[in-house]
């Protein structure tokens, strides 16, 4: 099981962004899977973004990201998208992509396979 994250860049504040995460060694269209988008600031720690389930399309969001961003998942590419917009300058964090067990309102929980992160920087 592998999880790549891609996407990242550096945005304008306001901008957008869309994040990828390709899956692989799985497929995400023939199970029952719960894929995580995460994010870490220089000096902070890890925080949960969003979460999707690809059965039913179950769907988390933190508070910081809702109405902003967007998670999806495209079954032909086995890839999990996070739709970032309206972006300010606290988004910029590493983001990283990960199989979850589940999640509550306070957040998923049981994360299991990592991807390398992607940077997302928001600057003028």
């Known amino acids: 099981v592998q999880l790549q994250a891609s996407g990242g860049g550096l945005v304008q504040p306001g901008g957008s962004l869309r994040l990828s995460c390709a899956a692989s060694?799985?497929?995400?269209?023939?199970?029952?899977?719960?894929i995580g988008w995460f994010r870490q600031a220089p000096g902070k720690e890890r925080e949960a973004v969003s979460c999707?389930?690809?059965?039913?399309?179950?769907?988390y969001y933190a508070d910081s990201a809702k109405g902003r961003f967007a998670i999806s998942i495209d079954n032909t590419k086995n890839t999990v998208y996070l739709q970032m917009n309206s972006l300010k300058a606290e988004d910029t964090a590493v983001y990283y992509c990960?199989?979850?067990?589940?999640?509550?309102?306070?957040?998923?929980?049981?994360?299991?396979?990592w991807g390398k992160g992607t940077q997302v920087t928001v600057s003028s």
């Open positions: 990960a199989t979850v067990n589940g999640w509550s309102d306070t957040g998923p929980y049981g994360m299991n396979y």
């Open positions: 999707i389930s690809t059965q039913g399309r179950m769907t």
């Open positions: 060694g799985f497929t995400l269209s023939l199970g029952y899977y719960r």
